[in-house]
Structure formats: structure tokens, C-alpha cells
């Protein structure tokens, strides 16, 4: 374990720009991967659970290499054409490796064992597995659908019209990657929107992807299979949720004022701006443009009065891993925040409600845990009391960053019980965060 105490900072000011979007990320490793030829990628998060991705497709046949920072070349063995890997996959800390790569390999013929960390062994892959198996594919897994787990891909596979029972990306993207290399159409129906990095770049690489809006307003996505993937150029956007960490900071911290370079700002992804707007919040989108295929912008965040709100559940989708660093926000925001339809983060890489509740309250916050949410009364502005004890991070490292930022505005700082995970979605968040309070 690595503790760490978050002491109380004063104005955060300059600009940053954070890494690289990780579900981008994994996408361009995989799809690389899966082209024939070179793809070369800039701007790639070199945290862990992209490392996974990166280890699991050379373990199956395609070179992945480093060139420089951020700065990668694929070379790609084809669709159907991925190698038995000859050890099992360790997918260390990620969901987002586990369930994409159960996608690909569902209608390869190999078979893969998968496992995890104790954080990922605990979370559910029967929604993945359901689909998947559906398509032809076979499961040996732990108790209740978990890792390690052995998967006998398929083939051929069997196309299916799938509709998800969860509002998942994950689920939806190994149904669709399934597709790539399954005989004729395969159909996922979303009936609430998720990220849609696996149809952007999907089609990106050339696979044939529609997608339609059916009479009750679902999205229908279908992939032609057997399909050919041509290699790309891809400058990967900054990573909105890494974003997010230091847009709450700038906005509690008094006198702050940082400019955040490139983020990414897909509608799918860009809710925990709007949420902050609607408390209050003043970010600014400077110089919007267009990088990889998906809008990005800058953002000026500047210190302010930020006031509670109910947060819609709509909108829980497109922040669903900006929750607690929403809930830092709401704890110095004026009145109460209440948030609900959170179900989602139960199954995250810890209970995201039930660990941030602990974790605020022990922090010095005035929080209630209900069903599917938090009530939270600010502090008006006021900084927390801040923590006596380390806080329990349970190996999850969006926990982790969203009580750095608790701690920055504290009185006597917050204890954080372990920092390693961060290095999994944002090596470099300290370095950052000392240098900003610097
Ligand atoms: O597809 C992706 O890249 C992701 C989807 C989301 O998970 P779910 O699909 O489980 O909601 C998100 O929480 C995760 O960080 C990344
Ligand atoms: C939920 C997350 O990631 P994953 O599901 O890939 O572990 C996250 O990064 O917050």
C-alpha cells in the first residue's frame, strides 16, 4: 500500500493537459490490432489497464510497440486471425480489457483464460457472458459469473439481435467487436444511450456499422461480420473523466483558474459539465475543435459558488465514472445535491455509492446513502473538516483522486489508505495536482 495525506492547497492556477482518453484508448489497441498493416496512435494513456489491453494482443499475435511517450504503432494480424494465447490474460484492475477482449475472442477459435485483481474478480461478467454465449461461445466461470474464467470461442459464431438489459458500453462494444468476425449482421439495441467510441471507430476502420433510432426511441447499432479492418492514424482526445478531477478542484478551490488542454467532449461522455454548469460552475470551452474524430475543446475552469441541484438520471450515462468527484463537488456546494438512478456504480471497481459515502463522512461531510444514490448537504463553501484516519480506497482509484481533491479543499488535509491504483487510468494525477498547488 502506498498512503498518501492530501494537504489543503492553496489557489490552483496554469494550465494542464491531461492523458489520453482510456476507453479510446483500449479501442485503438484492439482494433489495431485486428487490421491488417500498421496503425499508428498518438496521444495513447499509458496506465495500466491499457498496458493489459496492449499485453493481451501481443499475447495474440499482434505487435504492439512503444515508440515514444504516448506515441505507439500497431501491426495488426486480421480479423479470425488471433493466436491461442499460450498464458493466461491478466487484465489486472480492468473491466473495460476484460469485457471488450471476451468480445474478440467469442467468435475466434481459441481459448483464453482471464483473470484479475481482487477488485475485478468481484464484478459481474454474466452480462457479458449471456450474449456471448448466446452467440456460440463457452464459459467456465467462478461463482456467479466471475473472474478467472475460461472462454472457448466460437466458430463460426451465430449473429444475435441482442437488447441491453444494462445501460452498458462494455456489454455493448464485446457484442459488437464479437460481430466483426461473425458470418452476416450482428444487432445491438440500446435503449439508453452509452459512450460510442466502438461505433465511431468501428467505423473509423472501415467495418460496415449502422446505426438507427427504432419507434420507441432505442438505438439500434448492427455490424456486418467477416468484416475487413483497415489500418489507421489515430490522435487520441484527452480523457474527459481524468478532466473531470481537476475541474471540481479549480472550481472548490478558492481563486483558482486552470485551463485543461484538449478534452474530449463527446455527448456521450461530456455530463459531469453540464451537471457542474447547472450547479453553478463556470468552465468555459475555449478553442473547440475536432481531434480523432470526436469534439474536443479547452476548458477554463474558474473557482466558484457552486449551489446543490437534484441531478437528473438521465443524464447518468454520459458521467457514469465522474460520480465521485460530483459527489466532492456537491460536498462545498451550497445545499443539498441528490443523485439517484446510480445503480451502475455498485459494480464499478468498488461500490462507488457505499465507499464514497464512508469516505466523505469520515472526511468530515454530511452524507446519506439511499438505494441508488447519495444525498448530500454542502458546506457552502466552506472547506471539510478533513479526515483523522487513512480512507479506504478498496483498489479503486477513482476513489482515490476524488479524495486527493476532498483533501486539497480540507482544513487538515484528507488520508488517502493507497495511491497505487491511480496509475491505472491517470499515471501522472499527482505529479499534476503538486504541480497546479504548487
Ligand atoms: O466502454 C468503456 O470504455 C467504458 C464503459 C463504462 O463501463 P460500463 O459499460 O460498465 O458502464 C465505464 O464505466 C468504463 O470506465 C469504460
Ligand atoms: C469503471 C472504470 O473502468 P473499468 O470498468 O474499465 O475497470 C473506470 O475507469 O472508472
Request: charged share 20%.
Amino acid at each position: 500500500m502506498r498512503p498518501r495525506r492530501f494537504l489543503p492547497a492553496g489557489p490552483l492556477k496554469g494550465r494542464i493537459r491531461v492523458p489520453g482518453d482510456k476507453s479510446i484508448s483500449h479501442r485503438s489497441i484492439m482494433l489495431g490490432a485486428l487490421a491488417v498493416g500498421e496503425t499508428r496512435v498518438t496521444g495513447l494513456l499509458e496506465g495500466e489497464d491499457v498496458l493489459a489491453t496492449a499485453a493481451a494482443m501481443r499475447a495474440m499475435g499482434a505487435s504492439v510497440e512503444r515508440l515514444e511517450s504516448g506515441e505507439w504503432v500497431i501491426n495488426g494480424v486480421g480479423v479470425g486471425a488471433l493466436l491461442q494465447p499460450g498464458a493466461p490474460l491478466d487484465m489486472g484492475n480492468s473491466g473495460t480489457s476484460t469485457r471488450l477482449l471476451m468480445g474478440l475472442i467469442a467468435s475466434h477459435p481459441i481459448t483464453a483464460t482471464f483473470t484479475g485483481d481482487a477488485s475485478l474478480s468481484k464484478r459481474p461478467m454474466g452480462r457479458v457472458i449471456d450474449p456471448l454465449s448466446d452467440m456460440g461461445a463457452i464459459f467456465e466461470a467462478s461463482e456467479g459469473g466471475r473472474l478467472p474464467l475460461i472462454l472457448k470461442g466460437a466458430s463460426p459464431a451465430v449473429p444475435i439481435t441482442y437488447r441491453l438489459p444494462v445501460a452498458s458500453a462494455q456489454v455493448k462494444s464485446a457484442i459488437l467487436l464479437a460481430g466483426l468476425n461473425t458470418p452476416g449482421i450482428t444487432t445491438v439495441i440500446e435503449p439508453v444511450p452509452t459512450r460510442d467510441h466502438s461505433e465511431r471507430m468501428l467505423r473509423g476502420f472501415g467495418a460496415e456499422l449502422t446505426v438507427e433510432t427504432d419507434a420507441e426511441g432505442a438505438r439500434v447499432i448492427s455490424i456486418r461480420g467477416e468484416a475487413e479492418l483497415k489500418p489507421q492514424t489515430i490522435e487520441v482526445p484527452g480523457d474527459p473523466s481524468s478532466a473531470a478531477f481537476f475541474i471540481v478542484a479549480a472550481l472548490v478551490v478558492p481563486g483558482s483558474e486552470v485551463l485543461i488542454e484538449n478534452v474530449g467532449l463527446n455527448p456521450t461522455r461530456a455530463g459531469i459539465v453540464e451537471v457542474l454548469r447547472l450547479m453553478g460552475g463556470s468552465i468555459e470551452e475555449v478553442n473547440p475543435r475536432e481531434v480523432g474524430g470526436e469534439p474536443v475543446a479547452d476548458l477554463l475552469v474558474r473557482h466558484s459558488a457552486l449551489k446543490g441541484i437534484d441531478v437528473d438520471p438521465a443524464i447518468v450515462p454520459s458521467m457514469v465514472d465522474e460520480f465521485p468527484a460530483l459527489f466532492v463537488a456537491a460536498s462545498l456546494a451550497e445545499g443539498v445535491t441528490t443523485t439517484t438512478g446510480l445503480d451502475e456504480l455498485r459494480v464499478k471497481e468498488s461500490d462507488r455509492i457505499s465507499v464514497m459515502a464512508a469516505a466523505l463522512t469520515a472526511a468530515g461531510a454530511a452524507v446519506r446513502e439511499t438505494e441508488d444514490g447519495l444525498v448530500i448537504t454542502g458546506t457552502g463553501g466552506q472547506p471539510l473538516p478533513g479526515s483523522q484516519g487513512a480512507i479506504a480506497t478498496h483498489l479503486d482509484h477513482r476513489i482515490a483522486m476524488s479524495m486527493a481533491i476532498a483533501g486539497i479543499a480540507s482544513r487538515s488535509g484528507v488520508e488517502v489508505d493507497d495511491t497505487r491504483p491511480i496509475a491505472t487510468s491517470f499515471p501522472v494525477f499527482e505529479a499534476m495536482l503538486d504541480e497546479l498547488a504548487a
